[in-house]
Nanobody, 121 residues
């Protein structure tokens, strides 16, 4: 069974840092591309950052220069490193993989379970 498993959320003070991880369970699977979204209460889900199959990255204007998306060489884990955190970054963060490859088998549109990030003093 293919799953995306997130970890790394928590409570941090303004100006602090966190690193979120999103890994795919199952042997021989690799993440082709990955997006990170966030959602706060009463707000629509927002695309925060993404990494393409050829490792190009993109970021929302609100996080540029503060967040970095990267992946392991094995391509089964993607990270979102967050620095200079602000209270407005408080949200549940979700990873989303449009495509996961497992040999000749492709899996489409998988989401992580979400992890809470709270920025507060």
């Amino acid at each position: 069974q293919v799953q995306l498993v997130e970890s790394g959320g928590g409570l941090v003070q303004p100006g602090g840092s966190l690193r979120l991880s999103c890994g795919v369970s199952g042997r021989g699977l690799s993440i082709d591309a990955m997006n990170w979204y966030r959602q706060s209460p009463g707000k629509v889900r927002e695309l925060v950052a993404g990494i393409s199959s050829d490792d190009r990255t993109n970021y929302a204007e609100s996080v540029k220069g503060r967040f970095t998306v990267s992946r392991e060489n094995a391509r089964n884990t993607v990270y979102l490193s967050m620095t200079g955190l602000k209270p407005e970054d408080t949200a549940v963060y979700y990873c989303q993989a449009p495509l996961i490859k497992g040999g000749s088998t492709y899996y489409y549109d998988y989401w992580g379970q979400g992890t809470q990030v709270t920025v507060s003093s």
